[in-house]
């Protein structure tokens, strides 16, 4: 019996349930990430002042690289055995992280930590949580994602002034060591509400190998895969489906050889201009995404703000995200996701040429924050369109989007690891250590990343740009 996957439910109180699961699991992971100005203006006035701004960077990158890296491993786990016993033991392993960093005071912990171990642990929790959500929905899929990613937002607005706060009327351990009783419990919650819609890829390989041995197949654990349901649901053919990647993967022994066809036969499936485009858009525009999360704080003391208000850019900055990435992303229905995210990287580099470099010549309180809030709303939509885009440039093909969302990521990590190092080192040779190379620099490679957007765009749709992408 050739087992048929249904449409996503594309709705319902179990599918929202999930969304919530996605955004908790979100806000305790990436919105934590999101905190990193923070950690910089801190490790650099306070805890490592003999740390310069590229050595510090390189905190930050580790997460981003690592949160990436781990990408294609976390979605094939994610293909194979479901969200949820993915997520927990990397939920676990931030918990932990987090409770090491309370104790370091020195350079080398922090970055083994915070670094190293949160940013592997961040992969593990963010990542399933995005493709579980995209599993689950349609037609709707645009506005379920951008909710669910607008958890990192709220996480970026609570956890800056959450551990500042602390740890001005306490001290730096105090603060880590609640903010991840905050991140351990809402952690445990998306946990409980995350799980994928189909049986995972063990799973069908029982149900095949009962089959075969003709042993009954157990209705409890494989409820979606009754011949019924299977003949009245889903829009693909019996034939069509017998050729899928998942009843190959259900069927054939896994083995290190097949593995590699698969995931060759992934890559070969889909256009190779447009994927080129995508990969290459998203690397050069992770490059500089996180600048002006990471130094609008300093630039803000710097510019003669006071520090307990420079923290609060930062909060401006993801509440604006979070306007971002869910109006975006119901607009993104309508509009076509890659429309939307050609829109949001030309609106994110005009930004911050337009913007946030005038500011660096004539800087002002009002200015600063008013950049923020609109760089948000610019730069929000790029996190929550990456899914649905992939979904676009797959043509909807739900079985491998695990891996397939997880080769995106390896750009992703690629643009993350030398882009805030580069960024430190050219604001450390700047003269008084000036923001306006920095800014500059940001500004070009997200152009550069809008152009490739573009060209991927075209190759996906053609010319025509009211066609719906």
């Known amino acids: 019996m050739a087992y048929i996957r249904p449409d996503p439910p594309n709705g319902g109180v179990r599918a929202w349930l999930v969304v919530v699961g996605s955004f908790l699991l979100q806000m305790s992971s990436f919105g934590y990430l999101n905190t990193c100005g923070t950690f910089q203006y801190y490790y650099q006035s306070i805890m490592l002042p003999n740390k310069n701004s590229s050595q510090l960077a390189w905190i930050t990158t580790l997460q981003i690289a690592f949160f990436f890296a781990c990408g294609p491993a976390v979605g094939k786990l994610v293909d194979v055995y479901g969200s949820r016993p993915v997520i927990a033991p990397f939920a676990a392993l931030a918990v932990i992280s987090l409770g090491m960093l309370s104790l370091c005071t020195e350079y080398y912990q922090v970055l083994l930590a915070q670094g190293v171990a949160f940013g592997i642990a961040v992969s593990g929790t963010c990542l399933p949580a995005i493709v579980t959500v995209s599993q689950w929905f349609s037609t709707k899929r645009g506005l379920a994602v951008g909710v669910a990613s607008c958890g990192s937002s709220v996480g970026g607005v609570i956890f800056p002034i959450m551990v500042s706060r602390l740890i001005k009327s306490h001290d730096f351990p105090t603060a880590i060591r609640w903010s991840m009783v905050v991140v351990g419990i ?160 030309t609106l994110t580099a005009t930004t911050v040429l337009g913007f946030w470099l005038p500011l660096s010549y004539n800087p002002s309180t009002v200015g600063i924050f008013m950049f923020g809030g609109i760089y948000g709303v610019a730069s929000g939509g790029f996190i929550s369109l990456i899914a649905s885009c992939v979904v676009s440039l797959a043509n909807s093909q739900l079985e491998n989007l695990g891996i397939t969302f997880g080769l995106v990521c390896i750009g992703l990590a690629f643009g993350a690891l030398v882009g805030l190092p580069a960024m430190a080192a050219v604001r450390d040779r700047a003269a008084s250590h000036s923001f306006k190379d920095l800014i500059i620099f940001t500004g070009v490679v997200l152009a550069v990343g809008s152009v490739c957007m573009v060209i991927a765009r075209y190759m996906k749709g053609g010319i025509r740009f009211w066609t719906i992408v």
């Open 186 to 345: 809402t952690m445990l919650i998306g946990i409980l509400l995350c799980d994928t819609p189909f049986p995972p890829l063990y799973k069908l390989k029982k149900l095949q190998g009962d089959e075969e041995t003709g042993q009954p197949t157990d209705r409890k654990n494989s409820q979606d895969i009754e011949p019924d349901d299977a003949e009245s649901v889903g829009s693909k053919t019996k034939e069509a489906e017998l050729d899928s990647p998942v009843l190959e993967a259900a069927i054939a022994p896994i083995n290190k050889e097949e593995n590699a066809k698969g995931l060759l036969s992934v890559l070969l499936q889909r256009k190779a201009l447009g994927w080129a485009g995508f990969v290459s858009g998203t690397f050069f525009f992770m490059w500089s995404f996180l600048a002006p999360f990471n130094y609008l704080p300093l630039m803000s003391v710097a510019s003669g703000m006071s520090p307990d208000l420079a923290q609060y850019t930062l909060t401006v900055t993801n509440a604006g995200s979070m306007f971002g990435r869910v109006g975006l992303g119901a607009v993104s229905d309508k509009m076509g996701a890659f429309n939307v995210m050609c829109i949001v990287t």
